[in-house]
């Protein structure tokens, strides 16, 4: 496993799970946010947890682990900076939350979609800052014919614009026959004639689209209620019809909820505080930017044109590296300097 960041940090304890470790530079620029959480967990009681990685299978256990061994506090405040992932660990992770505090708070200090938002049902009230937004509970579909996924708001929004097509393209052809023909077609035949020229002109369109992808689709938007239906017993913070609205009263699955639009959807969501602020610039974009599969990659391979047997001036190379990594590794990767 790439060692770079933590995919998950209790600040307050400064433990690392997933076998990852911070580097030197990431180290020292944690230490402002230890101080900060510190402050926070002692002033409200709470532990302070930073969430930031793709939701994946193994990270649900150790998170359930580290709650058991570890001595808690009463209430807990995590941080999930995330693009998604899989429903079944957010739902796993939430409910390992909502079992061992009496209280859960979730703060979204900058990007959570999908499966985030998801994880984000299992807070009894949320916090988003300025810059924070959660997205609609999409599910992503891998397409068949290459490594790339799709969202499930695509089937379903396809589905239902074509559904209203046709009923369109029949009553403007009914309508046409009988308002231009006068009597010479009755209801009936006009309805016929109709009805061939929908079908003629829409299965085409309707043949491309696969029945087994449209009943993953729905099965994946089905788990996915279920968990929020259940996570939501307990936390009480979804309006009434919250869920149905994320799961498919979005257009696009990169929509943008930010606060104002929050308070529609749950019912206890407030602004941070200067404390739970000061924490997430002292964390900066850790705090704001997921880190991907794509930037582990990254980080991989930065890594092996680095890391190689060395001496004196190389050695200085990489570590000057690293820590121009810290700052890039979001995506914008900067070729070290000789």
């Known amino acids: 496993m790439c060692q770079v960041v933590s995919d998950w940090l209790v600040i307050n304890h400064l433990t690392h799970l997933g076998g990852a470790r911070l580097v030197p530079a990431e180290r020292r620029g944690m230490e402002k946010a230890q101080e900060v959480a510190d402050r926070l967990a002692a002033a409200t009681n709470t532990d302070v947890l930073l969430f930031n990685s793709p939701l994946q299978r193994d990270l649900d256990d150790q998170i359930i682990t580290q709650c058991r061994k570890r001595r808690r506090r009463e209430n807990v405040m995590v941080i999930v900076v995330t693009e998604g992932g899989d429903a079944d660990p ?5 409910r390992c939350l909502q079992l061992n505090y009496a209280t859960v708070s979730v703060f979204i200090s900058g990007f959570c979609k999908s499966a985030g938002t998801l994880l984000a049902a299992a807070g009894h009230e949320i916090i988003i800052s300025d810059h924070g937004e959660l997205g609609p509970l999409d599910v992503q579909m891998p397409k ?4 790339s996924v799709s969202s499930g708001l695509t089937v379903t929004s396809s589905l239902r614009t074509m559904q209203a097509q046709a009923q369109e393209m029949f009553r403007t052809t009914v309508l046409e026959l009988r308002r231009k023909m006068g009597g010479l077609f009755s209801a009936k035949t006009a309805a016929e004639i109709a009805t061939k020229l929908t079908v003629g002109a829409l299965a085409p369109i309707f043949q491309q689209i696969e029945a087994m992808h449209i009943g993953e689709a729905g099965r994946a938007l089905k788990i ?6 259940r996570l939501a017993d307990v936390s009480e913070n979804l309006q009434d019809g919250a869920l149905d ?19 529609d959807l749950f019912v206890n969501v407030r ?13 900066g974009v850790h705090a704001t930017i997921p880190i991907s599969d794509y930037d582990k990659v990254a980080s991989v391979l930065l890594r092996r044109s680095v890391y190689r047997p060395s001496s004196g001036r190389c050695l200085q190379r990489e570590t000057a590296a690293l820590q121009d990594f810290d700052i890039a590794r979001v995506g914008r990767l900067r070729t070290p300097r000789p």
């Open 245 to 263: 609205h994320l799961l498919v009263g979005y257009p696009s699955h990169g929509y943008v909820i930010d606060r104002t639009e929050a308070e």
């Open 90 to 94: 957010a739902f796993r992770i939430g």
């Open 271 to 283: 602004a941070p505080s200067d404390i739970e602020m000061e924490l997430s610039d002292a964390l």
């Open 224 to 229: 996915a209620r279920f968990y929020g239906e």
């Open 144 to 147: 068949a014919d290459d490594w």
